[in-house]
């Protein structure tokens, strides 16, 4: 079989690791003339060129104040410039151009969102546990902040399900702990966002996020169907949610079960309706009436949350007796007003802890060590899936993000709010709704203080069933089914993570399972990295001589190493014929690989057998030198190469 000729850079056929005094690279500057220093040559102001080759610095005096002006400069202009300021300020990127057609876009959003994020507000607050009210004290304030540092207009921020699921696990239904998470958890963003740590939602991949989302999502459902039944089954896992379901269910409150299916399927019903449309597709070939019915239809399916919530609080209220109450178990009493803006709580008392012990502020922290690095992994990983899912391309800022989550999470703490992110569901409504700027977000805000001002006495006679088929009418479609069947096809060995976080998640508390999640991850990339492809080809040169081409697909670093070195071994004792190692894909080398390299070498000196590199870099050579490797062979020409074989 005839060699196959390689193009590769014209450099000189052969490098010796002992060669390096041999160069034929000639630099010339071109610099200015200047004024000599004695025994050495012209060049530049930072470094001089002594007779004997060496580059010196020249001495200068520095003093301490030097430099620290120097260092106070140099960060001032980097920090305070107008790319960083527009960088870290979304806002002065947009408002600029902001125009009379954006701002009626944004009023349309953000009406729409504050429609959607009341009732969410209200139910995600019964999954982290909590009165309704704190759903709310949730979901206005984030907005504003999100207004100056968001950069994506399609994000609107507020409890989430999964969040609030996460906080109710942690805190177990204490407002007081579920406020100074929500303070910790901004204050743990708000610093990766600083530290630029955004890549850190890199090292979840689809499939371990597919199978949280399902988990949390199925958990949810679970937690929900007890406010359907009217039942109470209080648990922090699926096996144990279930568990209390099965033992009270001959409790259930047939008013409130019929109540809760009624409502689902009505739910999905105007779900549909959002999608539905009357006539032709083409806008500009209906009438005007089409367009005003179609007009209707969406906005009765964008805002079938708040219909549904009116129209049962109003048959609520009817249905209200003062001898027997409602026949349906109720929000209750919401404190009217805004909440105080007071300092996050450090401590619990005997009289607020629900287990009856004090806590300390030591003790609490110690507690939520976990949650303070999942919550803000997955406050970012669904503001970015928000973000992805509307962006059209562009590129994305993770660390801007979690500058935006932090800094709004801190925001809330002070007003008695728990964690919240973006939620898919109103990212969904407000792209639909054709918002242009983050500015959409103070109408949605605006709407939720509205409701806190006037409207919570209206809450009381909200019913727990209707609360529970927005969340379930809402969480049913974050079960990704669909996606099992593109990874079979696509790779299967990515089904192990996925399937193993999705159990996990399942049987044990929710930060714990997306930690061994993400640790079944970095066990199948280390895997990757320690086990290395190694192509092999039998060439024969124009003169006859047979060699065996060994080719690895990526760089060679400690964990792999050694199995290059045992396959390289059998190999070559099978075949008995000079080896050439390919490393045009070797882009990097640490000190094992020179250690393993060099007993390599030595293995095929003792076996008195061929071993010869080929593309080789100078960088990874200049390494094999300083750790003293035996004496190696280089080729970057594959006709020189030939040569060598022929000769030798």
């Not at 928000?386 to 993770?398: L, T, V």
């Not at 006679?461 to 529970?468: E, G, M, V, Y």
Request: hydrophobic fraction near 45%.
């Amino acid at each position: 079989m005839s060699c196959t000729m390689k193009k590769k850079p014209a450099l000189d056929h052969v490098y010796l690791n002992d060669a390096f005094q041999c160069s034929t690279i000639n630099i010339n500057l071109n610099l200015p003339e200047e004024e000599s220093v004695e025994g050495c040559s012209k060049g530049s102001k930072e470094f001089i060129l002594t007779e004997e080759g060496k580059k010196i610095k020249p001495k200068q005096q520095f003093t301490l104040p030097d430099c620290s002006k120097n260092v106070l400069r140099s960060g001032y202009r980097r920090i305070f410039n107008r790319k960083t300021l527009e960088k870290r300020l979304p806002i002065l990127t947009w408002l600029p151009k902001y125009s009379i057609e954006d701002a009626t876009s944004d009023l349309i959003a953000g009406i729409s969102v504050g429609l959607t994020v009341i009732p969410q507000a209200l139910a995600y607050a019964a999954i982290a546990g909590l009165p309704v009210a704190f759903g709310l004290y949730s979901s206005f304030l984030g907005c504003f902040v999100y207004i100056f540092l968001g950069s994506c207009k399609d994000v609107s921020l507020g409890p989430s399900a999964i969040i609030a699921l996460l906080t109710y696990q942690v805190t177990q239904g204490s407002w007081q702990k579920s406020v100074l998470l929500c303070f910790l958890c901004g204050v743990v963003e708000l610093t990766m966002g600083l530290l630029g740590l955004g890549f850190i939602i890199e090292f979840v991949s689809c499939p371990v996020a597919s199978g949280f989302t399902s988990a949390v999502s199925l958990i949810i459902l679970t937690s929900q169907i007890q406010s359907v039944l009217g039942i109470i089954a209080n648990g922090n896992t699926f096996v144990e949610s279930w568990t209390q379901i099965i033992k009270n269910i001959q409790h259930t409150q047939l008013c409130d079960a019929v109540l809760g299916v009624t409502c689902i399927a009505l739910l999905l019903i105007m779900r549909m309706l959002s999608n539905y449309y009357i006539g032709v597709d083409q806008a500009d070939q209906m009438t005007s009436r089409r367009r005003l019915a179609n007009k209707v239809i969406w906005t009765v399916g964008t805002a079938r949350n708040a219909i549904l919530v009116i129209g049962c609080c109003i048959m609520s209220y009817l249905m209200h007796s003062e001898e027997h109450g409602t026949p349906f178990r109720v929000v209750g009493v919401i404190p009217p007003g805004l909440p105080s803006i007071q300092w996050p709580p450090t401590s619990i008392s005997i009289e607020q802890a629900i287990d009856g012990k004090p806590h300390g502020f030591i003790d609490i922290v110690c507690s939520m060590v976990s949650a303070l690095f999942v919550i803000p992994l997955i406050s970012l990983m669904e503001s970015i899936a928000i973000a992805k899912a509307f962006a059209s391309g562009r590129p994305i800022d993770a660390s801007q993000e979690l500058i935006a989550l932090g800094t709004a999470n801190i925001a809330n703490s002070f007003v008695q709010g728990f964690p919240g992110t973006g939620a898919l569901s109103r990212g969904a409504v407000n792209n639909a709704s054709g918002v242009r700027t983050p500015l959409s977000n103070i109408y949605s805000g605006t709407l939720v203080m509205i409701a806190l001002l006037f409207l919570t006495p209206y809450f009381y006679f909200i019913p727990r069933a209707t609360l529970a088929a927005v969340i379930i009418s809402a969480v049913v479609f974050m079960i990704e089914i669909k996606v099992i069947k593109t990874i079979w096809r696509a790779k299967k060995s990515d089904l192990l993570p996925g399937i193993g976080t999705f159990l996990a998640c399942l049987v044990l508390p929710l930060e714990f399972g997306i930690l061994i999640g993400i640790c079944i991850n970095v066990v199948f990339i280390l895997y990757n990295v320690a086990r290395p492809k190694l192509s092999t080809e039998l060439f024969t040169t124009q003169s006859g001589v047979k060699y065996l081409m060994i080719t690895p697909d990526r760089c060679l670093i400690f964990p792999s190493v050694e199995y290059v070195r045992n396959f390289v071994n059998k190999l070559s004792i099978r075949q008995n014929l000079p080896v050439v190692i390919d490393a045009s894909h070797v882009y990097g080398a640490d000190f094992t690989t020179a250690t393993v390299i060099n007993s390599l070498i030595r293995d095929f000196s003792q076996r008195e057998q061929l071993l010869v590199f080929y593309n080789l870099r100078p960088s990874i050579c200049a390494l094999f030198e300083h750790v003293s490797v035996s004496q190696f062979t280089v080729y970057y020409q594959i006709e020189q190469l030939e040569i060598f074989l022929k000769n030798v």
